[in-house]
C-alpha cells in the first residue's frame, strides 16, 4: 500500500530560525514527490515537484532534497518568517496513475 | 486571472439533504479532482476525472456523487447517504490525468451539517 509518512506532526520555532521537515514514503514505481504549503482554511499552495533524477530543488527559503534510494525527503525553511506558519504536506505520485499520495502534514507555528 | 474557484466557501447543511459543492477552473486542464481533508488526516480522493463525460471513484466514493459535463467545470453533490459530511472539501486540477504534472488547488469549501 502506498503510504506517506511525515516528521514531526508539528513544530515550534522562533522568528528567523530554521528548520527542517521531513517525509518518508513508500510509493512504487516512483514518479514525483511535491511540498504544499497549506494555509489555515485554504487550499494547498505548490512549493516543488521533484522527479527521480533531482536531488535538491529551491524555491526562495524553502530548499527540498530528495533520496529516492532511501525513499525520503525534506523540506529546509530558512530564516522563517511569521508567514511561514502553516501546514506543509508531502505529495507523492506513482508512475501512470492519476492520484496522489498525500502525507497528513506537519503544522509549523512561527512564533515572533 | 487563471485559476480554480470552488464555491461557496462556507455552507451549512441539515441532516437528509442533498448539496452541491461547485468547482470551475479556467486552465485548460483536462484532470480534475475532488478531495475530502478531516483534521489530522491526509487528503483523500473523493471522485477524479481525467477527461470531460468521464470520472472515476477514488478512495471514499461513497456517499458522493459527480459530473463532468463540461471541461471546466466538475461539481459535486454530497447526497443524503454520506454519514459523516462534515470536512473541508478540496477541487484540484492538472494538465493530463497522469500525474506527473502539477496539481492547482481551489480555496476550498467548509460544509457543516447541522
Known amino acids: 500500500k502506498n503510504q506517506v509518512e511525515q516528521s514531526p506532526q508539528s513544530l515550534i520555532i522562533l522568528e528567523g530560525k530554521n528548520c527542517t521537515l521531513q517525509?518518508?514514503?513508500?510509493?512504487?514505481?516512483?514518479?514525483?514527490l511535491r511540498w504544499y504549503k497549506q494555509d489555515t482554511g485554504r487550499g494547498p499552495v505548490s512549493l516543488t515537484i521533484?522527479?527521480?533524477?533531482?536531488n535538491t530543488k529551491s524555491n526562495g527559503r524553502y530548499t527540498a532534497t530528495l533520496d529516492a534510494d532511501t525513499k525520503q525527503s525534506s523540506l529546509h525553511i530558512t530564516a522563517s518568517q511569521l508567514s511561514d506558519s502553516a501546514s506543509y504536506i508531502c505529495?507523492?505520485?506513482?508512475?501512470?496513475?492519476?492520484?496522489?499520495?498525500f502525507g497528513k502534514g506537519t503544522m509549523l507555528l512561527v512564533s515572533p | 486571472d487563471g485559476g480554480i474557484t470552488q464555491s461557496p466557501k462556507y455552507l451549512f447543511r441539515k441532516e437528509g439533504q442533498n448539496v452541491t459543492l461547485s468547482c470551475e477552473q479556467n486552465?485548460?486542464?483536462?484532470?480534475m479532482y475532488w478531495y475530502r481533508q478531516d483534521p489530522g488526516q491526509g487528503l483523500r480522493l473523493i471522485y477524479y476525472?481525467?477527461?470531460?463525460?468521464?470520472?472515476q471513484k477514488g478512495d471514499i466514493a461513497e456517499g458522493y456523487s459527480v459530473s463532468r459535463e463540461k471541461k471546466e467545470s466538475f461539481p459535486l453533490t454530497v447526497t443524503s447517504a454520506q454519514k459523516n459530511p462534515t470536512a473541508f472539501y478540496l477541487c484540484?486540477?492538472?494538465?493530463?490525468?497522469?500525474?506527473?504534472?502539477?496539481?492547482?488547488f481551489g480555496q476550498g469549501t467548509r460544509l457543516t451539517v447541522v
Open positions: 476525472s481525467q477527461i470531460v463525460n468521464d470520472f
Open positions: 486552465l485548460n486542464h483536462d484532470a
Open positions: 484540484a486540477s492538472s494538465i493530463s490525468g497522469i500525474m506527473n504534472t502539477e496539481a492547482f
Open positions: 521533484m522527479t527521480f533524477s533531482e
Open positions: 517525509c518518508n514514503y513508500t510509493v512504487s514505481p516512483f514518479s514525483n
Open positions: 505529495v507523492v505520485s506513482a508512475q501512470g496513475y492519476s492520484t496522489l499520495t
